[in-house]
């Protein structure tokens, strides 16, 4: 069974840094998409960035030249480096690999547990 495990988040002030890590485990097979959701208190889950090897990355606007997703295929690890942090930024961050048939595997969307990152002003 696939197991995405987060690590990274944690207290940072405006303007700060993070680097988000997830590893997936439990698969020999290469991830082709891999994302970062995150949800902040009282709002929906929102895409903030995708990764799909081969293919061009994609943002959501309010990070975009902010925020750089980048992957470790071999690892099958996504990272998410977060630059310029601002307090709305505040969320619980989750890694996403799928949704996707995997050659070999089957049909994969797995979620990570969550980390959460929080930007002080």
């Known amino acids: 069974q696939v197991q995405l495990v987060e690590s990274g988040g944690g207290l940072v002030q405006a303007g700060g840094s993070l680097r988000l890590s997830c590893a997936a485990s439990g698969i020999i097979y290469s991830i082709n998409i891999m994302s970062w959701y995150r949800q902040a208190p009282g709002k929906q889950r929102e895409l903030v960035a995708t990764?799909?090897?081969?293919?061009?990355?994609k943002y959501v606007d309010s990070v975009k030249g902010r925020f750089t997703i980048s992957r470790d295929n071999a690892k099958n690890t996504v990272y998410l480096q977060m630059n310029r942090l601002k307090p709305e930024d505040t969320a619980v961050y989750y890694c996403?690999?799928?949704?996707?048939?995997?050659?070999?595997?089957?049909?994969?969307?797995?979620w990570g547990q969550g980390t959460l990152v929080t930007v002080s002003s």
């Open positions: 996403n690999a799928g949704p996707e048939l995997v050659p070999g595997y089957g049909y994969l969307d797995v």
């Open positions: 990764s799909g090897s081969g293919a061009s990355s």
